[in-house]
């Protein structure tokens, strides 16, 4: 298949081109590499680095090439920056994904694969997560994603578009040949962050609340594997069809705390790991992992990566020989 991907030199993006190159799929990567790497992106896919607000660019690369299907990961992430700025977020999660659309209704191009969020369902009322539950964002940065799932179930009704919404949990974890990995600037995320202590890069990790009704009083999430995610892209893909609206919920269905991340940080670095506790961050909820018994039986993924330990490892053997994500330069920490 002929396929755009929209933030392929992202973190997620680029290990999905790479499992669509592999699968023998002709990939166009359209990046501003604003936060993605052009490292990043498998050799065998073309780079167009450019801008989704450019509308003429949109449009000569559809002229130029008949996409079969576009998968659309370009997006800001995070979710404190859209509480400070929540224009910017609606500009560039909104806008670029209506333009995004519009070209591709104009050029009949009818499936779409588009990276959504647990964050849509806000804090819900019990776990596991299933697709049904109600949909109540609390931040800007989700409210803008679950905008989008708006906009693509009227395209579905008005012209056609068949897509899948894939609601991640907590992407992790790298490329197991340690190639390709996360790489932020600035880095939020736990584990990149607890492996960033091990490098000897941070003193220590800081425990954002230790006082949640769970099991150890941190945060609960379910960290799925990067590379599993690639695999629920490529069966969302191959299975899209004109006018078909999906939901699904990309998690492994098992939860972890922050105190348990680290821990198993400790067994696979050898290193102590210290960590502070601190208040906790604002917008953080208690729990968040997926049923994810749809996906599982609707497009027969399963998570290869079901130990945390080999998802924290596949992290480590990144940040290891990349201790300086895909530049040479050091980073703020
Ligand atoms: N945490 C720490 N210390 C850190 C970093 C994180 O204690 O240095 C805690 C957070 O408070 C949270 C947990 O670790 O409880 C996970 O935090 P992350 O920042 O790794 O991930 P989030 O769950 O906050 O957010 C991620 C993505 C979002 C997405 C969300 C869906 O960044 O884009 O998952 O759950 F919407």
Not at 4 to 30: F, Q
Not at 63 to 81: D, K, M, N, P
Request: glycine content about 8%.
């Amino acid at each position: 298949m002929k396929i755009l991907v929209t933030g392929g030199a992202g973190y997620v993006g680029s290990h999905c081109v790479r499992a669509l190159v592999a699968a023998g799929n002709d990939v166009c990567v359209l990046d501003n590499l604003s936060a993605g790497h052009a490292k990043a992106v498998d050799p065998k896919a073309r780079l167009v680095v450019g801008d989704l607000v450019d509308r003429v660019l949109l449009d000569q690369l559809f002229s130029a090439v008949r996409f079969e299907a576009v998968l659309h990961f370009a997006a800001f992430i995070e979710v404190g920056q859209s509480v400070i700025d929540p224009l910017a977020f609606y500009d560039n999660n909104v806008g670029n994904s209506v333009r995004l659309l519009q070209t591709m209704q104009k050029h009949a191009v009818k499936r779409f694969v588009f990276s959504s969020t647990c964050a849509t369902y806000g804090i819900p009322p019990k776990m596991p997560i299933t697709e049904d539950f109600a949909q109540i964002p609390a931040s800007p940065y989700a409210r803008a994603k679950l905008a989008v799932e708006w906009a693509l179930a009227d395209s579905a009704t008005a012209w056609g578009l068949g897509f899948t919404a894939l609601r991640y949990f907590n992407a992790a974890g790298a490329a197991p040949d340690g190639t390709i990995g996360e790489d932020h600037d600035p880095e939020t995320h736990l584990i990149p962050n607890v492996l960033k202590v091990a490098l000897g890069q941070r003193e220590c990790v800081k425990i954002f609340g230790t006082d949640y009704p769970t099991r150890d009083g941190t945060c609960v999430r379910d960290y799925v594997h990067v590379d599993d995610l690639a695999v629920a892209h490529l069966r969302a893909i191959e299975t899209v069809s004109p006018g078909a609206a999906r939901y699904y919920n990309a998690g492994t269905g098992r939860g972890a705390t922050v105190r348990e991340v680290v821990d198993v940080a400790r067994r696979v670095t050898g290193h102590a790991i210290p960590i502070v506790e601190v208040e906790r961050r604002a917008g953080d909820v208690p729990e968040l992992y997926a049923d994810s018994t749809k996906i599982r039986a609707e497009l027969g993924w399963t998570p290869r990566y079901d130990k945390l330990d080999d998802i924290v490892g596949s992290a480590w053997n990144w940040h290891k020989n990349h201790p300086n994500g895909f530049d040479d330069r050091p980073r703020k920490a």
